[in-house]
C-alpha cells in the first residue's frame, strides 16, 4: 500500500474505507498522524482517531494543539473520555486539565474513577511550574528489608500501570526516600539478598516546591534518567522522568525567547491563537515601550539649538543609538544564556559584567575607528567625527555594562532574567546613548 499522504487520507476518509485507513494510520509516526487530524474538519478527524488502537491515540492526542484536544474531549461519550484520561500519565492529565476550558476540566474530573480523581487532584493542587505539577505518583517502591526476590515480585504487580521501572525507589517505614536500586541491580544479585545491601544510598532528589527549571537542571547534572519528588517531610511522593525534563527544556527555552521578544506568555498553537488574543498579550509592552521612547525624544527636542547649529549631528543618531541596543542585546543574551545553564552563576557577577566591559570597550575602539573614517567622509567636519567616534565607544561600554548587570539585578529581585527583553535594553541604550552623545558634543563643540 503506497504512503497515506493528505490526498489519500481524504479520499479513504471520504470513500469510508475505514479498514485500509487504519492500516495505513497505524503505519506513520504519532505527530504525522496528529498532523493530518488537524488538517480536516473535526467530525472526520474523530472518525479517524477512534480508528486508532488505544495506545497509539494516547500518542495521537498528545501531538494535537489544544484546540483539537477539546474538540476531541467534547465528543467522547463519558465512558469514552474515561478510558481515555484513565490511560494517560497523571502528570500528563494534570496538565491537560490545566489547559482546556473550567466547564470540560470539572466535567472530566467527575468522570474519572475516585482513586485517579485523587490523584489528578493532588497534582493540580502544587503551584504551576514546580516539580510536584510536573510528577508522577506511578513509581515502583521498595522496602529495604525486602530479599530481591520480594523485590523482582513487586516490581511485576506494578510493571504494568507504572511509567517506568528501570529505576525503584527504596523507602523507610514513614515513607521517607532511603535509596534507589535499578532493574538491573535487581536482576543480577543473588536472590536472598537484602534490597539494603544493594541500593544506592542518599540519592539526589528535589521538593514539591522546586521550580522545574532547577529540577531540569539537577537531573542534567547527575545524568540520570529520572529524580524522585520528596513533601517538606521529606517523604516520597513522586518521581520526574527524563522524557518530563525534555518537555520541560522545550517550554522553558519556549517561554524565555518569547520573553526576550517582549511578549508576555507564550502562544500555544500559533495559528490557533486567536489574533485578539495574540494583540493582547504583545500591546501592553509595546505601549510601555513607547512611552519610555518617549523620553528620548525630550531629550532630542531640547537640543534644538545645537541641531540648528550643526545640522549633521542629527544624521548620526539612529546609528549611534541602533548600535548601543544590539550591542546591550547581545551581552544580555550571553548572560541570559549562561544563567540558564548553569555555566554563569550569580557569585561571580561583578567578574563577569567587567568582563562584558571590557569586551564592549574593544568592540567601541574598532566600531569607533570605522565610525570616525565614515563620519568624516560623509560630514567633512573632524570635529563632530571625533565627538560620534568617541560617543561611540563610550556607547558600546555603557551597552555591555548595561546588558551584562541588569540580568543579575533582576534576578537579585527574584524576577525572570529573561525579561531583560531585547526591546527592553534597546529602549534603555536609546535614552542614554543619546543623552550621552549630546553631552559629550557640548563638551567638545561648545569648549
Given amino acids: 500500500m503506497p504512503a497515506l499522504d493528505e ?36 467530525e472526520r478527524a474523530l472518525i479517524a482517531f477512534r480508528l486508532l488502537p488505544k495506545g497509539l491515540a494516547a500518542d495521537v492526542f498528545d501531538h494535537l494543539n489544544g484546540t483539537h484536544q477539546n474538540r476531541m474531549l467534547e465528543s467522547f461519550s463519558d465512558q469514552a473520555a474515561r478510558a481515555f484520561l484513565e490511560g494517560m500519565p497523571p502528570d500528563d492529565r494534570a496538565e491537560l486539565l490545566e489547559e482546556v476550558p473550567a466547564v470540560v476540566a470539572r466535567k472530566l474530573l467527575r468522570i474519572l474513577t475516585p ?14 511550574g514546580t516539580a510536584g505539577r510536573e510528577m508522577t505518583p506511578l513509581f515502583v517502591d521498595l522496602r529495604s528489608d525486602m530479599t530481591v526476590a520480594q523485590a523482582l515480585e513487586r516490581v511485576r504487580q506494578l510493571a504494568i500501570n507504572r511509567e517506568t521501572i528501570y529505576e525503584c525507589y527504596v523507602m523507610d517505614d514513614h515513607r521517607r526516600l532511603a535509596g534507589t536500586v535499578s532493574l538491573k541491580d535487581l536482576v543480577l544479585a543473588d536472590r536472598d539478598n537484602k534490597v539494603a545491601h544493594i541500593m544506592k544510598p542518599d540519592p539526589p532528589f528535589v521538593f514539591t516546591y522546586t521550580d522545574r527549571e532547577e529540577v531540569a537542571k539537577k537531573l542534567r547534572e547527575h545524568d540520570i534518567l529520572t529524580i524522585p519528588v520528596v513533601d517538606a517531610e521529606e517523604r516520597l511522593v513522586g518521581i520526574i522522568t527524563h522524557d518530563d525534563v525534555a518537555d520541560i527544556i522545550e517550554e522553558e527555552a519556549t517561554e524565555d525567547i518569547y520573553r526576550f521578544g517582549a511578549v508576555p506568555g507564550t502562544e500555544r498553537g500559533y495559528f490557533t491563537s486567536r489574533i485578539l488574543s495574540v494583540v ?54 550571553v548572560v541570559i544564556r549562561g544563567l540558564a545553564t548553569g555555566e ?36 567633512r567636519n573632524l570635529q563632530v567625527a571625533i565627538v560620534v567616534s568617541n560617543t561611540l565607544i563610550a556607547i558600546s561600554i555603557m551597552a555591555t555594562l548595561a546588558g551584562g548587570a541588569l540580568p543579575f539585578i533582576f534576578r537579585l529581585f527574584k524576577l525572570d532574567p529573561a525579561l531583560v527583553s531585547a526591546p527592553f535594553i534597546t529602549t534603555v541604550m536609546d535614552i542614554f546613548g543619546v543623552a550621552l552623545y549630546f553631552f559629550i558634543a557640548h563638551l567638545m563643540l561648545r569648549l
Fill in 115 to 128: 482513586d485517579q480523581r485523587r490523584i489528578t487532584a493532588q497534582l493540580l493542587g502544587y503551584e504551576d
Fill in 7 to 42: 490526498y489519500r487520507f481524504r479520499e479513504l476518509l471520504e470513500s469510508k474505507q475505514y479498514k485500509i485507513l487504519r492500516q495505513g494510520l497505524i503505519e506513520l509516526a504519532p505527530s504525522d498522524i496528529a498532523d493530518l487530524l488537524m488538517r480536516v474538519p473535526s
Fill in 344 to 379: 554563569v552563576h550569580p557569585s561571580r557577577a561583578l567578574k563577569i559584567i567587567l568582563r562584558e566591559a571590557g569586551v564592549g570597550a574593544i568592540l567601541g575602539l574598532v566600531l569607533g575607528a570605522v565610525v570616525l573614517i565614515w563620519a568624516y567622509a560623509l560630514g
Fill in 280 to 333: 493582547k498579550r504583545r500591546v501592553g509592552w509595546l505601549f510601555l515601550l513607547i512611552l519610555v521612547n518617549t523620553v528620548t525624544g525630550s531629550i532630542i527636542a531640547g537640543q534644538e539649538a545645537l541641531l540648528a547649529e550643526i545640522v549633521i549631528l542629527a544624521a548620526f543618531i539612529p546609528l549611534l543609538i541602533g548600535t548601543g541596543g544590539n550591542v546591550g542585546a547581545q551581552s544580555a543574551t
